[in-house]
């Protein structure tokens, strides 16, 4: 399993200067951290800050990576209980891009 910065970097790496979501999202892994992308600022910003965002997604680092993966679907991970969204839902609906 990845580890907290591994995962960031991806993250990084993925979104670049610009996620095309135009707003904040974080990946609340409980325990394990958070990854906070806010793509309200150019170039966007990949961190691992508490901060409030427009979105919140709570799920497992492993379903997370799993999902990222494409070896679990994210509708239906949700669906499960296994991935939760706080806030605005639109973000969430558009992580396909980041994720993808």
Do not use: H, W, Y
């Not at 993925?14 to 951290?33: E, H, I, M």
């Amino acid at each position: 399993m990845a580890t907290l910065e591994e995962i960031t970097e991806q993250m990084r790496s993925r979104v670049g200067a610009d996620a095309g979501l135009n707003k904040s999202v974080k990946f609340d892994f409980t325990d394990d951290g958070v990854v906070r992308i806010d793509d309200t600022q150019t170039p966007a910003v990949v961190d691992n800050e508490a901060a409030a965002t427009d979105c919140t997604v709570k799920v497992s680092k492993e379903d997370f990576e799993k999902i990222a993966s494409g070896d679990m679907n994210a509708q239906m991970a949700f669906m499960q209980g296994k991935l939760k969204v706080e806030g605005d839902m639109s973000v969430a609906m558009q992580l396909g891009k980041v994720l993808g």
